[in-house]
């Protein structure tokens, strides 16, 4: 993201959910407010990421959405634990903060992914 009221939304994000959890109605605030911001920006994964965020907030009271991982590695089980809750959540608005990055947009598209499921 460019705007610099949306970086600071952003950091707010991950500061309150790093201090206090996952306040439903704060978190899908500022997520509303942040998704304006990529909508004007043209980032439609980006917006739709944010849309498909606050709306699993709202549905669950949390957020269940585990960080996208690779392909496991040889030795490892493909049963590892899941990171989920507020490291998750995050690592998404880390993502989104530095979305212009080929990477970062496709991990996106995985978030995307799994919260149609």
Same mark, same amino acid.
């Given at each position: 993201?460019?705007?610099?009221?949306?970086?600071?939304? $952003?950091?707010?994000?991950?500061?309150?959910?790093?201090? +206090?959890?996952?306040?439903?109605?704060?978190?899908?605030?500022?997520?509303?407010?942040?998704?304006?911001?990529?909508?004007?920006?043209?980032? &439609?994964?980006?917006?739709?990421?944010?849309?498909?965020?606050?709306?699993?907030?709202?549905?669950?009271?949390?957020?269940?959405? &585990?960080? &996208?991982?690779?392909? &496991?590695?040889?030795?490892?089980?493909?049963?590892?634990?899941?990171?989920?809750?507020?490291?998750?959540?995050?690592?998404?608005?880390?993502?989104?903060?530095?979305?212009?990055?080929? $990477?970062?947009?496709?991990?996106?598209?995985?978030? +995307?992914?799994?919260?149609?499921?």
């Amino acid at each position: 993201m460019k705007n610099k009221q949306a970086l600071k939304i $952003i950091s707010e994000i991950i500061e309150n959910v790093s201090e +206090n959890g996952i306040d439903s109605e704060t978190v899908v605030k500022k997520l509303k407010e942040l998704r304006v911001f990529a909508v004007e920006e043209k980032r &439609p994964v980006v917006a739709k990421s944010l849309r498909l965020a606050y709306e699993h907030i709202e549905e669950n009271d949390g957020f269940i959405i &585990p960080i &996208p991982t690779d392909e &496991p590695l040889e030795g490892e089980h493909e049963d590892t634990q899941l990171i989920t809750g507020v490291e998750s959540l995050i690592y998404l608005m880390n993502l989104v903060k530095k979305s212009s990055n080929s $990477i970062n947009l496709q991990e996106i598209r995985e978030y +995307n992914r799994y919260f149609e499921i």
